[in-house]
């Protein structure tokens, strides 16, 4: 075995559960084979050997055992399986979670500054909301109410919750099925990331009554971490009669892990995506 080579009882770091990592290392193993130009998925001799673990432990981790992840590795790892940004962030939050990064956090009340509060109140002439890691919204401003009336009249308004389940959803959302498939790979990002979190495991119970959203779980494996600069096209004809184009802009609280401030920028250059 190579010199940093890790067995299945690394020291290193603690053991963990992968049964969630599992079905999205074999599907980047796949993507990974297919952008090489091969036909097929890497082996796992292959990835192993590039990320310099042993063949056994990076089988272990693909079926889902309970191995050590330890941070050392993951670059490693990234690097064998060609990651993307959102890919490398959804490892990165699995290694790691139970760390800084994952905490567990109260959303609301004295748990989260005024500061928050008065950014998506301030005088922005565009929608914008408050968030937590499972879309509830914990606050959003007038322009956001006027879009999308919606969050005033839920009671506990959920992001997700609307945009995949809700019949308005896909009357105002073009292309609804382009959002499922995005909203969907977030949700698998953030299960990975909070996997002790009971709501999230709720919510995906919730979501996947609907037929379509089942289709697209099932599917291709994808995973998103935030809908940065993301652009799409809603129909809102109580806002305007033509079809309006907007991006995401996304902010995160070094402090508070899983609140995202959100703001909807009108965006005419170009086609939507």
């Not at 796992?44 to 330890?70: H, I, M, N």
């Not at 748990?111 to 109140?121: F, H, W, Y």
């Not at 119970?205 to 809908?227: K, N």
Request: overall charge neutral.
């Amino acid at each position: 075995m190579p010199m940093g080579c890790l067995d299945d009882e690394g020291p290193r770091a603690r053991s963990a559960d992968h049964k969630r990592l599992a079905p999205l290392l074999r599907a980047w193993r796949l993507t990974a084979g297919l952008t090489r130009g091969r036909r097929k998925a890497l082996s796992q001799k292959e990835v192993a050997e590039a990320a310099d673990v042993s063949e056994r432990w990076y089988r272990s981790l693909e079926t889902g055992g309970t191995v050590s992840l330890p941070p050392e590795v993951l670059d490693r790892l990234a690097q064998a399986l060609s990651l993307g940004t959102d890919e490398r962030l959804t490892l990165y939050a699995h290694a790691l979670s139970g760390s800084a990064f994952t905490r567990p956090y109260t959303v609301g009340g004295e748990g989260l500054p005024d500061s928050l509060r008065q950014l998506v109140e301030s005088p922005l002439h565009a929608p914008a909301y408050l968030m937590d890691h499972a879309w509830n919204l914990i606050g959003h401003n007038a322009y956001m109410a006027a879009w999308f009336p919606w969050v005033v009249r839920d009671p506990a308004p959920n992001l997700l919750r609307w945009a995949l389940t809700s019949p308005e959803a896909r009357a105002q959302l073009t292309e609804w099925h382009v959002h499922a498939e995005h909203y969907l790979a977030q949700l698998r990002f953030s299960l990975l990331n909070w996997p002790e979190d009971q709501t999230l495991d709720e919510l995906l119970d919730e979501v996947l009554q609907v037929a379509e959203c089942r289709r697209i779980w099932h599917g291709p494996t994808q995973v998103l971490a935030y809908r940065q600069g993301h652009r799409f096209r809603f129909r809102l004809p109580h806002v305007s009669t033509e079809e309006l184009t907007v991006s995401t802009q996304v902010l995160l609280s070094p402090h508070h892990p899983g609140v995202r401030f959100v703001m909807l920028l009108q965006d005419r250059a170009g086609p939507a995506r």
